[in-house]
């Protein structure tokens, strides 16, 4: 299964929910554990079906899927909404109680589709909750108004970039570029290509919002 611990630099909570979309997977695997939760939306389920996975919830409006599968667990949606069938996977995990999302097949394909899942990383932080979209050659995480803390032994890069306006109060510790009490804007991609030293390092953020986007090789266990 390629994807193992998937994001090895920050410690993999009991119970993860799942988000399966209907991009293309790239080669990643839903490493469910006993406590996880995997929600195939819409033309995710073509996924789950063809890797053997087993959705504890199926949902969607079914355009991608083309049809309205006969499995236990289906809720349909309306096609007119306001919520996209990912939106609406993420507010059915919120609902049964988890606070880690691990978004599959939510980028490539359509930009809309994919610019609409990192907007949901922004959600899942409203809700209190964090998610991990992970892409083709990147993982990338929402950070707010927190820290996030990393072992020795990384190597690679990691960008941190301001996302929704204004980033406040930012450090960047035992990375190579340091920050202390910065400020980064979205006009300015000023964390573009950090590099991990192997050290312990630390990134956080007083108010706003940073991207965190990590490259694949230092996203696998």
């Given at each position: 299964m390629r994807g193992g611990g998937m994001v090895h630099f920050e410690p993999r909570p009991a119970g993860v929910c799942f988000l399966l979309g209907a991009g293309p997977l790239y080669g990643w695997a839903a490493d469910k554990r006993p406590g996880d939760f995997l929600i195939a939306a819409d033309?995710?389920?073509?996924?789950?079906?063809?890797?053997?996975?087993?959705?504890?919830?199926?949902?969607?409006?079914?355009?991608?899927?083309?049809?309205?599968?006969?499995?236990?667990?289906?809720?349909?949606?309306?096609?007119?909404?306001d919520d996209t069938d990912m939106l609406a996977a993420a507010r059915e995990?919120?609902?049964?109680?988890?606070?880690?999302?691990?978004?599959?097949?939510?980028?490539?394909?359509?930009?809309?589709?994919?610019?609409?899942?990192?907007?949901?990383?922004?959600?899942?932080?409203?809700?209190?909750?964090?998610?991990y979209l992970f892409a083709e050659h990147n993982v990338l995480r929402l950070l707010r108004a927190g820290e996030v803390r990393y072992p020795a032994g990384l190597t690679g890069y990691v960008s941190v970039l301001a996302y929704g306006g204004a980033a406040r109060g930012v450090c960047i510790e035992g990375l190579k570029?340091?920050?202390?009490?910065?400020?980064?804007?979205?006009?300015?991609?000023?964390?573009?290509?950090?590099?991990?030293?192997?050290?312990?390092?630390?990134?956080?953020?007083?108010?706003?919002?940073?991207?965190?986007?990590?490259?694949?090789?230092?996203?696998?266990?």
């Open positions: 033309g995710g389920y073509a996924y789950a079906v063809e890797a053997g996975w087993t959705p504890d919830l199926l949902l969607g409006d079914f355009d991608s899927l083309g049809r309205v599968p006969d499995a236990a667990g289906t809720l349909v949606l309306p096609r007119e909404k995990g919120l609902k049964r109680g988890f606070s880690t999302f691990y978004i599959l097949g939510g980028t490539g394909g359509r930009m809309d589709h994919t610019l609409a899942n990192i907007q949901l990383l922004a959600f899942l932080a409203d809700a209190g909750a964090v998610g570029y340091p920050m202390q009490n910065g400020e980064m804007t979205p006009s300015f991609p000023i964390g573009t290509s950090n590099e991990f030293l192997g050290a312990p390092a630390r990134v956080a953020v007083g108010e706003g919002s940073v991207l965190l986007i990590y490259p694949r090789a230092e996203a696998q266990a």
